[in-house]
């Protein structure tokens, strides 16, 4: 999988996301406070957002707390891991993350394409002194006949929650604030 350095916000960021990942405001109006990049070659999505810092009792109940405002009530969601992370360039700062699974309800719009279930990768930078919580998911919808399932014939992973697990550490690997004052005001 290659990557290509690429400026959020202005420039105020930059990350490396995969190549094949495009600048979904090219297509579609996005909110001032998010970047969203969609895969051309597929359905996968990363979402950057820019959210208010949330005063919690812990770093963990605030990574709950925007998961909760992140998920569809319709869907069954499964969490598979909770933990912390680090962002080498950002090293001093809370990072937390989130692995679950998101299961719509059975479709019942034959003319509506719905995901079999869609993976997710949440990652939550904390930036406390600049009232800011950063919010990044990593999105792999799978389709049904669109991805090969695995080999066991169970739930186990397959081959997109492995590339996105590699999407995951390069975020984590690369993210970094080039202009603090992109929070400002």
């Known amino acids: 999988m290659s990557f290509t350095n690429t400026d959020l916000y202005g420039g105020a960021i930059s990350v490396d ?16 406070h998010q970047e969203v990049y969609l895969d051309k070659d597929g359905y996968s999505s990363i979402v950057v957002e820019i959210l208010e810092y949330q ?14 405002d992140l998920i569809d009530e319709e869907d069954s969601t499964n969490v598979l891991a909770q933990g912390r992370a680090v962002m080498a360039k950002l090293d001093e700062k809370p990072v937390y993350t989130l692995e679950f699974i998101q ?47 695995p080999k066991d014939g169970g739930e186990g992973v397959t081959q997109l929650m492995k590339d996105s697990e590699v999407i995951k550490e390069r975020i984590l690997e690369t993210f970094d604030i080039k202009e603090w004052g992109l929070f400002e005001g």
């Open 17 to 32: 996301l995969p190549s094949t990942f495009a600048d979904t405001s090219q297509i579609r109006e996005v909110p001032d």
């Open 55 to 68: 005063e919690k009792g812990s770093d963990e109940e605030a990574l709950q707390y925007h998961f909760a």
């Open 103 to 149: 299961t719509p309800p059975p479709n019942t719009n034959p003319s509506r394409k719905v995901p079999e279930f869609v993976y997710i990768h949440l990652m939550l930078l904390r930036l406390k002194e600049q009232g800011t919580d950063m919010m990044i998911s990593v999105n792999i919808p799978h389709y049904s006949g669109e991805y090969e399932k």
